[in-house]
């Protein structure tokens, strides 16, 4: 059955790791979830299932790799298949001086038969989709032509799904940071690809704050890929289900049942022995504009760390949240 990529959240590195993707999941069923960018040195030469390992219950969930070599790319992409994911996913958009060293991400746009390469070997090694995330241009390569033509190429190797980050990435003089906030935004790339090439899926990224910003682009797009936003603010996804997937029956759990839910999971994390603040990074933002979401952020910041700290420090910072103020704004 093929993946419903109406709404995803994005790849980002040291954010959307299991622990990120298990907390989202509790908030959304059908928003499909990305992994960090996963190097194919990291699959290939050290430990595959530590960095692989998820839980089932993160389904639909795609593994995004780096890399540049056809070869490294197919192998790696079979473990991801092993591994269970739904979706494997090749970074073309990374503009990182870290990921340029090592000849990928947004760099590979400059060799769009080279991508091509890359993804027809992967897809001859996988059954899973193999899908492409990339920019609207890199440096030198930034008209729309360009961007068609990159497509154009790529889509030889059967990939029939590219989701498109609307700004190009400026690889010299930039940060990644600033990377995601100085190029300008063209949304309209994005929207004429899809009028280019209406056989391929077209997925837009960048920008994107709420669930009301995405359905604005779906009408055109066959998706919208979500970032930061989903992050700071993860209980912007709570309506995603009905807003966006149609399921009128669905009903959001409460910020406080999210949380409550949490605790067996992190229990059992605990028991594995993974320190608590690794899984309390990701939810600081839960209580946003809410009551008391100062208090909570703060008392998870100052107790999470320490290997005594486990369940109980969650549910006294909830306790510091009003649970009739957080299920009005539920």
Request: some cysteine; glycine content about 8%; proline content about 6%.
């Amino acid at each position: 059955m093929p993946l419903d990529r109406r709404l995803s959240v994005a790849p980002m590195m040291d954010w959307t790791d299991r622990f990120d993707r298990y907390f989202l999941r509790l908030i959304t069923r059908r928003t499909v979830l990305y992994t960090e960018m996963i190097t194919t040195g990291a699959l290939l030469m050290g430990d595959a299932q530590r960095h692989l390992h998820f839980d089932a219950a993160e389904h639909p969930v795609a593994c995004q790799l780096g890399g540049s070599e056809p070869d490294q790319l197919a192998r790696a992409a079979v473990l991801v298949e092993q591994a269970g994911y739904d979706e494997v996913n090749l970074n073309v958009g990374c503009p990182s001086d870290r990921v340029q060293n090592g000849r990928f991400g947004a760099c590979l746009m400059a060799d769009p038969s080279l991508v091509r390469d890359c993804i027809t070997a992967m897809r001859d090694a996988v059954d899973i989709p193999v899908t492409v995330k990339s920019r609207i241009g890199i440096d030198g390569r930034e008209s729309y032509d360009d961007l068609a033509r990159f497509v154009a190429c790529v889509a030889e190797s059967g990939c029939d799904t590219f989701i498109v980050h609307a700004r190009i990435a400026i690889l010299a003089g930039l940060s990644p940071k600033e990377n995601r906030e100085i190029p300008p935004l063209k949304y309209d790339f994005v929207h004429r690809l899809k009028r280019d090439f209406p056989d391929l899926s077209i997925s837009i990224n960048g920008g994107i704050q709420s669930l009301e910003e995405a359905e604005a682009h779906l009408p055109d797009l066959d998706g919208v890929m979500i970032g930061r936003a989903a992050y700071q603010d993860p209980y912007c996804l709570a309506e995603a289900d009905r807003v966006i997937f149609g399921d009128t029956d669905w009903v959001p759990p409460s910020r406080h049942d999210v949380m409550r839910a949490m605790l067996p999971y992190i229990e059992e994390q605990r028991r594995q022995g993974t320190a608590l603040h690794h899984i309390t990074r990701h939810v600081l933002g839960l209580f946003n504009g809410l009551p008391g979401a100062r208090r909570w952020r703060r008392y998870l910041s100052e107790n999470a760390y320490g290997g005594a700290a486990g369940p109980e420090v969650v549910e006294q910072a909830m306790a510091l949240v009003p649970e009739d103020a957080a299920a009005q704004s539920a």
